[in-house]
T-cell receptor
């Protein structure tokens, strides 16, 4: 089974509303990252939060991390139609002394004008 | 800079055929990854490499082989393609940095269909 699992699987909102996506994971991590994927394209990195950080902001994005609950959330404020995409969390794990990046199944966000 | 480039972008194979997917990065990154993406499954790690000449298995390595003979290139091979390997394949690279906390850069993907 996958390390990270996003919730919800799909989210539909109106422009201007906030969108919240959650990610849960199973093992200890170095960091947790969020990526965005537009349909049929490669993934683009949004934000990284280290395991010793609890909250991080970047523009309209806010990420929280709760290592005790092994969960993270991504908040997109004042959403726009251009935010329509799939969003993935990825956990950076130490394995044999090296870092590997494991992705969840993603949340499909649709923002309607 | 080109970033991460994957070739080919599309390919159709017959069952049993072999092929190699090429990933090239021009950012001098140490780490490179191969993922496959299937509907509803997100990205699953096939193999990865932490430096030239090294490779390691990911979550779903069976049926694939990889090589990292040059730092900038990471090859993914299918020796005998099966319909279950129909997927979109993504390559990524990253520079590990201190404490391994850096982002990954992705290619645009290779859409492979095995018939």
């Amino acid at each position: 089974s996958q390390q990270g699992e996003e919730d919800p699987q799909a989210l539909s909102i109106q422009e201007g509303e906030n969108a919240t996506m959650n990610c849960s994971y199973k093992t200890s991590i170095n960091n947790l990252q969020w990526y965005r994927q537009n349909s049929g394209r490669g993934l683009v990195h949004l934000i990284l939060i280290r395991s010793n950080e609890r909250e991080k902001h970047s523009g309209r994005l806010r990420v929280t991390l709760d290592t005790s609950k092994k969960s993270s959330s991504l908040l997109i404020t004042a959403s726009r139609a251009a935010d329509t995409a799939s969003y993935f969390c990825a956990t950076g794990l130490l394995s044999g002394g090296y870092n590997k990046l494991i992705f969840g199944a993603g949340t499909r966000l649709a923002v309607h004008p | 800079n080109a970033g991460v480039t994957q070739t080919p972008k599309f390919r159709v194979l017959k069952t049993g055929q072999s092929m190699t997917l090429l990933c090239a990065q021009d950012m001098n990154h140490e780490y490179m990854y191969w993922y496959r993406q299937d509907p509803g499954m997100g990205l699953r790690l096939i193999h990865y490499s932490v430096g030239e000449g090294t490779t390691a298995k990911g979550e779903v390595p069976d049926g694939y082989n990889v090589s990292r003979l040059k730092k900038q290139n990471f090859l993914l091979g299918l020796e005998s393609a099966a319909p279950s390997q129909t997927s979109v394949y993504f390559c990524a690279s990253s520079y590990p940095g201190r404490a391994m906390n850096t982002e990954a850069f992705f290619g645009q993907g290779t859409r492979l269909t095995v018939v």
